[in-house]
T-cell receptor, first 117, second 113 residues
């Protein structure tokens, strides 16, 4: 079984500043994927960034980057140059990788990010 | 690509009534997932389909819940004899086998009064 823990229920950051959201996970699998999803109020959940466990290099997508520490089972999300549109609930999630395809996602409880103008 | 579509977006029902939600996945996505999300929590897996075959069901899916995907395209999630504890957002998601990204719909909010 996989578990995902997000210990920060709420975070806030000044616009244009940098913020880091924490996530730890537990799994007995050797091959898995980790994700950060963003859920704006009353809007659909969208993928922010994805990390394959077998890759040592941290994933980066524009202003979003991760710090993947496999031994510590830690997967934090850094948002640089925060923008008002980044305000949302952020979920960390994991899934087992099997045969190219992954099955169900296991989510954390989320971190609500507020951007202060 | 129109994205994952869910209907209705909001449903208020009286306890004991039956409700049905529909999900239209992204075209050519053969995998379809249902999740449940309660306030302040992350989504929890309910069930998923590979084409028309239901491959896994969570223990959260009690006997009152049934999901179908008869032609391997759209899916329905029916809740019979609703209870107040069923109040939640029901999320549908889809993906193509071999790809790693799951795409979510906007969800269907259920309120049982």
């Amino acid at each position: 079984a996989q578990t995902v823990t997000q210990s920060q229920p709420e975070m806030s950051v000044q616009e244009a500043e940098t913020v880091t959201l924490s996530c730890t996970y537990d799994t007995s699998e050797s091959d898995y994927y980790l994700f950060w999803y963003k859920q704006p109020p009353s809007r659909q959940m969208i993928l922010v960034i994805r990390q394959e466990a077998y890759k040592q290099q941290n994933a980066t997508e524009n202003r979003f980057s991760v710090n993947f520490q496999k031994a510590a089972k830690s997967f934090s999300l850094k948002i640089s140059d925060s923008q008002l549109g980044d305000a949302a609930m952020y979920f960390c999630a994991s899934t087992i990788a099997r045969n190219f395809g992954n099955e169900k996602l296991t989510f954390g409880t989320g971190t609500r990010l507020t951007i202060i103008p | 690509d129109t994205g994952v579509s869910q209907d209705p977006r909001h449903k208020i029902t009286k306890r004991g009534q039956n409700v049905t939600f529909r999900c239209d996945p992204i075209s050519e996505h053969n995998r379809l997932y249902w999740y449940r999300q309660t306030l302040g929590q992350g989504p929890e897996f309910l069930t998923y389909f590979q084409n028309e075959a239901q491959l896994e069901k969570s223990r959260l899916l009690s006997d009152r819940f049934s999901a179908e995907r008869p032609k391997g395209s759209f899916s329905t999630l029916e809740i019979q004899r609703t209870e107040q504890g069923d109040s939640a957002m029901y999320l549908c998601a889809s993906k193509r086998t071999g790809e790693n990204t799951i795409y979510f719909g906007e969800g269907s909010w259920l309120t049982v009064v």
